[in-house]
């Protein structure tokens, strides 16, 4: 693939209802990162995984924030219940190895009205 | 806990004018800094990294341990530099990056 990609590009959703945020990864990179942007705020980190590990979800706002990446490759960030302050850019990242960098998609932008 | 402060929000400089994009940390051990860099209706990709200590489209960037800081500067800007620049941290190769705000530079003719 070309890069890391997420679905969908935009979402408009109304206060309390459930979203899904997908990310595929590059295929074979091993640990994968979520994060949120807010205007003004910089890149918020949220949660990362890493191979077969328990992943790292010290970035999670509110037991409203879950994660999980299936086999490996896809993940998917639930919001539930959502809140207008969840309304940013939410970016997936993926890497190989330890060294590497870290490879971005182009994000979901979530509005929440 | 470790931070990335980036005090400039926005830079505005003349193309050919020098450009200097502060950032300054706070971790006590040895952490790796990158820099990120994020053009118009493109994804976020990294632009330079201390440990590699090289020159990325004639920007660089100097780890500082004594001042914490990272600063990113280019000599002579570019209209093509005008983009948003992220300063950030990494404690262990495979942990986050912990990421300062963000400077969005404009560059102009």
């Known amino acids: 693939g070309a890069g890391v990609s997420q679905s969908p590009s935009n979402k408009v959703t109304e206060k309390g209802k459930d979203v899904e945020l997908r990310c595929d990864p590059i295929?074979?990179?091993?640990?994968l990162y979520w994060y949120r942007q807010s205007l003004g705020q910089g890149l918020e980190f949220l949660i990362y995984f890493q191979g077969n590990s328990a992943p790292d979800k010290s970035g999670l706002p509110s037991d409203r924030f879950s994660a999980e990446r299936t086999g490996g490759s896809v993940s998917t960030l639930t919001i539930q219940r959502t809140q207008q302050e969840d309304s940013a850019v939410y970016l997936c990242?993926?890497?190989?190895?330890?060294?590497?960098?870290?490879?971005f998609g182009n994000g979901t932008r979530l509005t929440v009205t | 806990a470790q931070r990335v402060t980036q005090p400039e929000k926005l830079l505005s400089v003349f193309k050919g004018a020098p450009v200097e994009l502060k950032c300054n940390y706070s971790y006590s051990g040895s952490p790796e800094l990158f820099w990120y860099v994020q053009y118009s209706r493109q994804r976020l990709q990294l632009l330079l990294r201390h440990i590699s200590r090289e020159s990325i489209k004639g920007f660089t960037a100097d780890l500082n341990k004594g001042e914490t800081s990272f600063h990113l500067k280019k000599p002579f800007a570019q209209e093509e530099d005008s983009a948003m620049y992220y300063c950030?941290?990494?404690?262990?190769?495979?942990?986050?990056?912990?990421f300062g705000a963000g400077t969005q530079v404009v560059v102009t003719p």
């Open positions: 950030a941290l990494s404690t262990d190769s495979w942990g986050k990056l912990q």
């Open positions: 990242a993926s890497k190989m190895g330890a060294e590497s960098p870290l490879h």
């Open positions: 295929s074979g990179h091993t640990a």
